[in-house]
């Protein structure tokens, strides 16, 4: 008898332990018998979905009754239907605010209790959709969401501040000023006026920039193009040194070659270095310095972005290069490549003064600007000598950058000494069609013979309709051994459309600057 009686206990644990009850939806019994339901927290705005919480105990049996709502069934469908006899009644569906009333009657075998409750379901408060990526004088448009009552419409008061009013649905308006804005709705849905208000950011253009230097001033500027509104122009505290020839961006860092005190021959001591800033002229990092004689100082530089490497050239000891992860060192004593004789076609390269310096497409130019004249190629991996252009033999070349774009070449004669005046010219790739773009009439001499300075750094566009820019140094503003003698009221940046339909004109007047660069990335 007494295993009969285990047998039994067993199976009863056995069906216990392999029921499932709806722990979400359902309050495990226990207790006394009650009937009990809740509603969702927080706030219920209409058309709301409700799903109810049946935390009866001890019933067995339901019956639910609702006021003016419907019933969405679990295959989506919505139907007219006001009473359940279900554990958790479908989902409830009320089209529209109010306060409602739900029902629910619980039975434990012949017991049974009832319990009414309300639910309040709100007007939504009007909600601003803002638009993505909002920036000056871009269209962009706003819209809104909103309670609609059936058959009835909505009439909307939009105030963007700067920007206007609409009265439209979904208006696109136009914001001229960056910062914060206030966009206010006021929507009036036939029973009553709402009204809403959120913060917008609207972004400066997006614009590349210019930086130049000033010697009057001694600082760095940024000059951001803009398309939409007036450019705008920042000034850094930097320690340009002298003579900061050369500028390049990279990797939004401003690098640049200051020369040091002298350009010219000289027994002085080196004072020159190889540094860069950030965007903003802060963090002041120096690659490296020149020592022993001023002639080992930087003059011209350009960025390898394959090998990071800066290869740049001094007065006359032909290519050089350190590394853009070095810091504070000693600029190299030996080159890293270099013209002789053989490559020019001349018997002698001695006293040949460096120019400028560029790769093109995988190759490095640099120009002579004293004996020997010309632009030579070399391959930048195995610093073999390549070629040069003839069509450019006794060029006094000062300066020169490559428009790849455009396949032309621009440069600057600093001394008529060779087969052509003084100027910046352009030619095509192979040095054929030779023209005149500026006889930098007026332009300093600082210097002297083929050392004149005359433009020293260039920035090109590279839009097939863009500019050549170039920096414009009076001799009203500065004498012939660098001193600053004027405001710089003759002095600026100066500019050459590449399509050749505008004269060289200033972009901006006011500063005497060496190197110049641009930032293509748009900030």
């Known amino acids: 008898m007494k295993y009969i009686n285990y047998i039994f206990i067993a199976l009863m644990l056995f069906t216990t332990m392999g029921c499932e009850k709806d722990t979400v939806s359902y309050i495990d019994p226990a207790g006394e018998f009650a009937a009990n339901f809740t509603f969702p927290e927080g706030e219920i705005t209409a058309p709301a979905k409700v799903v109810l919480t049946n935390r009866s105990k001890y019933s067995d049996k339901y019956e639910w009754k609702f006021q003016n709502a419907k019933q969405i069934l679990k295959d989506g469908a919505i139907i007219e239907a006001t009473t359940s006899d279900k554990l958790v009644p479908d989902t409830l569906f009320y089209e529209l605010p109010g306060t409602y009333s739900v029902t629910l009657?619980?039975?434990?075998?012949?017991?049974?209790?009832?319990?009414?409750?309300?639910?309040?379901?709100?007007?939504?408060?009007?909600?601003?959709?803002?638009?993505?990526?909002?920036g000056v004088y871009l269209n962009v448009t706003f819209s809104a969401e909103a309670f609609i009552y059936p058959g009835q419409g909505l009439t909307y008061q939009w105030n963007f501040g700067e920007a206007g009013t609409s009265t439209e649905a979904t208006p696109t308006v136009k914001f001229v000023t960056e910062g914060e804005h206030t966009v206010t709705l006021t929507v009036n849905d036939g029973q009553e006026t709402l009204t809403t208000e959120t913060k917008i950011f609207v972004l400066g253009e997006l614009t590349p920039s210019l930086y130049f230097t000033d010697m009057i001033t001694k600082k760095l500027y940024r000059y951001a193009f803009k398309q939409l509104s007036e450019p705008t122009l920042e000034a850094y505290e930097v320690n340009l040194g002298t003579h900061p020839l050369a500028m390049q961006v990279y990797n939004s860092r401003v690098y640049i070659a200051n020369a040091g005190n002298n350009l010219t021959f000289s027994s002085a001591s080196a004072d020159g270095r190889l540094f860069s800033v950030d965007l903003k002229g802060n963090d002041d990092v120096t690659l490296g310095k020149g020592v022993g004689n001023y002639a080992q100082d930087p003059f011209n530089f350009t960025i390898d972005s394959i090998s990071k490497m800066l290869f740049y050239t001094t007065r006359n000891n032909n290519v050089r290069a350190i590394s853009l992860n070095s810091r504070d060192i000693d600029l190299p004593a030996t080159q890293r490549l270099g013209i002789?004789?053989?490559?020019?076609?001349?018997?002698?390269?001695?006293?040949?003064?460096?120019?400028?310096?560029?790769?093109v497409n995988n190759q490095l130019w640099y120009s002579k600007q004293a004996n020997g004249w010309g632009l030579y190629k070399f391959n930048i991996s195995s610093n073999a000598f390549d070629s040069r252009i003839s069509a450019l033999d006794n060029s006094s070349i000062r300066n020169f950058i490559v428009d790849e774009v455009n396949s032309k070449i621009y440069f600057v004669l600093n001394n008529a000494a060779g087969t052509r005046s003084v100027g910046l010219y352009k030619c095509n790739f192979d040095?054929?069609?030779?023209?005149?773009?500026?006889?930098?009439?007026?332009?300093?001499?600082?210097?002297?013979?083929?050392?004149?300075?005359?433009?020293?750094?260039?920035?090109?566009?590279?839009?097939?309709?863009?500019?050549?820019?170039?920096?414009?140094?009076?001799?009203?503003?500065?004498?012939?051994?660098?001193?600053?003698?004027?405001?710089?009221?003759?002095?600026?940046?100066?500019?050459?459309?590449?399509?050749?339909?505008?004269?060289?004109?200033?972009l901006i007047k006011g500063f005497v600057s060496y190197g110049i660069a641009l930032d293509y990335v748009k900030r």
């Not at 002789?340 to 790769?359: H, R």
């Not at 001499?445 to 300075?453: H, R």
């Not at 002095?491 to 590449?498: A, D, H, P």
């Open 340 to 359: 002789v004789a053989a490559n020019a076609g001349v018997s002698s390269v001695f006293g040949w003064v460096d120019g400028g310096i560029q790769i």
């Open 105 to 134: 009657t619980a039975w434990e075998g012949s017991k049974s209790e009832v319990v009414t409750k309300e639910v309040t379901i709100k007007k939504m408060t009007p909600k601003i959709i803002v638009p993505e990526n909002i």
């Open 431 to 506: 040095g054929s069609s030779i023209t005149l773009v500026d006889d930098l009439s007026g332009y300093a001499q600082e210097g002297s013979g083929s050392e004149i300075a005359t433009v020293t750094s260039m920035a090109l566009d590279k839009s097939s309709d863009g500019y050549l820019y170039y920096a414009y140094r009076s001799s009203s503003d500065i004498n012939n051994t660098g001193k600053i003698t004027g405001n710089g009221m003759n002095s600026g940046i100066k500019k050459y459309k590449l399509n050749g339909t505008e004269s060289p004109s200033f």
